[in-house]
């Protein structure tokens, strides 16, 4: 119980790999491109949530720049995946990504 | 200001943010994906500020919620989700999902059973007030480089976007 | 029991908000008071936007319900409530259920940093200004969100032009905004705040609100924030989004009833939301005219009164069209309710003469006066202004406001570089 009741560095981490783990799962087995961009964000989310804590963890803010420009890689990775899907789309006209595999138009 | 890191909130963000986890991985309609994970980083959002990170929080709101979920609602909206949604939801290679989620939580559980004992016993106190002061120094100060290439990466990402999306330049 | 007494009373010798005196107690009181407020505050935009939009255009307006149509916003709420439910067949129930609550909650909880005074906020973020701008563009998701539910034309026309209306709109916003929040680190230690109470106290420290700040500069970035606000509440003239003429009603075509209600009371709050912001960060906030310069007992006690002068005179207007009502006996109850409610107008105006009452809510009434302002002048504009077509929309927003911001920026820091002295040639 002295663990329930006590929030530790390791509560966060923990949840942190529960939702990198819920990521991975997402983007091994979805074939709905969005929703595999959407487990994307949840990995990037999940390494998030560990940089703060270790920024916590440590009393500095370095941590929490680093989260900063994971969250501006993610803005840029988020536009140029839906950008890639919406030509995709227009293409094949389907968001399957297992059909994304011609390697050529 | 009073500790706000209780137990209660810890658990009712981390099962909000599971729970959106695992509905953001199995829903069969997009848009139910992206309500869910709206809320996943809402509550993450709420941990920031449990961690004392109040700009973070800031951050992952102002862009994450309202920008690029904005941006994944519009092209769930593009796309014609009628096709996809009676198609098959799950593609056959569940067994690779499953045997790399055992690895890795295999991997996690064997590092933090193995590695708690290292992280120090008393977390170091931070003083919230000026939580974004510091992190506008150390951005413009010694991240300054990073942050410009951040800027060019932005640059990138936008100029990549339009090439992709446009019919014709 | 004591304990409990002595909790609640140890806030109020206290001079911080309820939430940074980590006063659980008085924060549901001003979380409930904020609601309380706001709903009324919605139910007399209801009515003023309606009588004076009628007298802009020479119309009488509501004039059936209670006198001078004062009752008509609390017949439309009881209507709205007691309507039929509609849920389109084809509709996706989860989204177009949650849609209107997103909304609303994005327009309400902004409401926890909005600083009514120097301790009468909910609690004081050290990222206030971000925390508004970033939970007000919330509301996107939610129009985006019924826009698409409701499986159906119109709505997701206008959910679209709607959010790339508000997220085009927010870049000029957020300049605008950073711009004011530059000038708040003109002090000795040369660190801005972003909290909403410090970015007040840094105009009350200076000696002039950043509306006058670096003349023209303030009056520019104010003028990019007034605009792009009426652009981000979807209001007219740029209220192509909903445009009655072209896409019926817009993002909540398909919604009717309670459903409705909410959108309309998120809308109204969200308008009450933006313009705080304005009024926090150009308009001095809760500070009374000159509050340095008529500084002293004599010039407190002398602006302390309008709080009850203004209810007076309300109760005043009362009165006097009290004295006009025809006398045919038709009127009889219309003028006696009348009559009513400019006593209680006047009940509260000589409350408010009280010192003690005063003293504890001028901040308050100061901020509520120039909140109000803003309404005013938003039923101005779309009494007045033709709609825009959505392309003029999207050049104002994308070749005039941000180039325009931008180089307000840039020039406000050079400007406040060069104040500081930190630039040594």
């Keep these: 119980m002295e663990v329930m009741l006590h929030i530790t560095t390791l509560h966060y981490l923990v949840l942190g790999a529960a939702l990198f783990l819920l990521g991975v799962i997402g983007v091994l087995t979805r074939r709905n491109v969005v929703i595999v961009l959407m487990s994307i964000e949840l990995i990037l989310n999940a390494v998030n949530l560990n940089l703060v804590a270790f920024s916590r963890l440590w009393g500095g803010q370095h941590g929490q720049i680093f989260a900063i420009f994971v969250i501006t890689d993610a803005a840029a990775e988020a536009a140029v995946g839906l950008g890639i899907l919406i030509a995709f789309f227009r293409n094949k006209e389907t968001i399957n990504i297992d059909e994304v595999n011609l390697l050529k138009w | 200001m009073a500790p706000i890191a209780t137990p209660f909130f810890f658990y009712l963000l981390s099962a909000m943010m599971l729970v959106g986890g695992i509905l953001v991985i199995t829903q069969k309609n997009a848009v139910h994906s992206a309500l869910a994970l709206i809320v996943t980083l ?79 016993e008393r977390v170091l106190s931070v003083a919230e007030a000026d939580n974004t002061q510091k992190v506008a120094s150390l951005l413009y100060g010694q991240y300054m480089f990073a942050f410009e290439i951040a800027s060019l990466l932005l640059l990138v990402a936008i100029i990549g976007a339009v090439v992709m999306a446009k019919k014709k330049i | 029991m004591n304990a409990f007494v002595q ?60 006198p001078h149509g004062l009752l008509q916003p609390f017949a439309d709420a009881l209507k709205l409530l007691l309507k039929e439910d509609i849920m389109p067949a084809e509709a996706d129930s989860v989204i177009f259920w949650a849609a209107p609550f997103i909304v609303v909650l994005a327009a309400f909880t902004t409401f926890v940093v909005v600083p009514f005074g120097p301790q009468h906020a909910i609690t004081d973020m050290n990222i206030g200004i971000l925390f508004m701008l970033g939970v007000s563009s919330l509301s996107v998701l939610g129009i985006v969100m019924a826009g698409w539910a409701s499986n159906s034309h119109y709505p997701l026309i206008g959910a679209l032009r709607s959010s790339a209306q508000m997220v085009s709109y927010e870049v000029a916003m957020g300049l605008a905004v950073v711009s004011a929040i530059l000038m708040t680190s003109l002090n000795a230690t040369g660190t801005g ?162 010192p003690a009452v005063s003293f504890r809510v001028q901040d308050i009434f100061w901020f509520s006066a120039k909140v109000a302002a803003f309404m005013y002048l938003y039923i101005w504009y779309r009494g007045t202004f033709p709609r825009y077509r959505f392309d003029q929309l999207m050049k104002i927003g994308w070749k005039v406001l941000l180039p325009v911001g931008l180089g307000v920026l840039i020039l406000t820091a050079g400007v406040a570089l060069f104040q500081q002295n930190l630039w040594r040639p």
Excluded at chain 2, 57 to 75: D, K, R, S, W
Excluded at chain 2, 82 to 90: A, I, T
Excluded at chain 3, 38 to 54: F, G, Y
């Design chain 3, 193 to 354: 705040t972003l909290s909403m109470i410090g970015i007040v106290e840094a105009q009350k420290a200076q000696g002039e609100w950043f509306i006058f700040k670096f003349f023209p500069l303030g009056l520019v970035s104010f003028a990019i924030f007034a605009i792009a606000m009426v652009a981000e509440t979807n209001r007219a003239p740029f209220d192509l989004a909903e445009a009655e003429s072209e896409l019926t009603a817009g993002f909540h075509t398909e919604y009717s009833g309670f459903r409705w209600s909410l959108f309309f009371l998120a809308e109204y709050s969200a308008m009450i939301a933006v313009s705080s912001i304005a009024v926090t960060l150009w308009l001095g906030g809760w500070l009374r005219p000159f509050p340095n310069l008529l500084s002293g007992p004599r010039w407190d006690t002398f602006f302390s009164y309008f709080p009850g002068a203004t209810f007076l005179a309300l109760a005043a207007i009362c009165f006097f069209n009290v004295a006009r009502m025809p006398k045919h006996p038709y009127f009889r109850i219309q003028t006696v309710g009348l009559a009513g409610f400019g006593g209680f107008l006047a009940f509260i105006g000589l409350v408010l003469f009280i």
């Design chain 3, 7 to 66: 909790y609640i009373e140890s806030y109020l010798t206290s001079n911080l908000t309820p939430g940074a005196a980590g006063n659980m107690f008085w924060v549901f009181v001003y979380i409930l008071l904020v609601f309380v407020g706001l709903s009324v505050a919605v139910i007399c935009m209801n009515w003023l936007e309606r009588k004076i939009l009628a007298h802009m255009q020479v119309r009488l307006g509501p004039m059936r319900v209670g």
């Design chain 2, 42 to 120: 809402l509550a993450q959002a709420a941990i920031y500020l449990m961690l004392y990170a109040p700009f973070v929080a800031a951050v992952q709101i102002v862009l994450y919620a309202g920008g690029i979920m904005v941006l994944f609602l519009f092209v769930i909206m593009l796309v014609n989700i009628d096709r996809s949604l009676k198609e098959k939801q799950f593609n056959s290679q569940w067994w690779v999902g499953i045997i790399a989620a055992t690895g890795l939580g295999g991997l996690f559980v064997a590092v933090y059973t193995k590695g708690k004992n290292i992280f120090p």
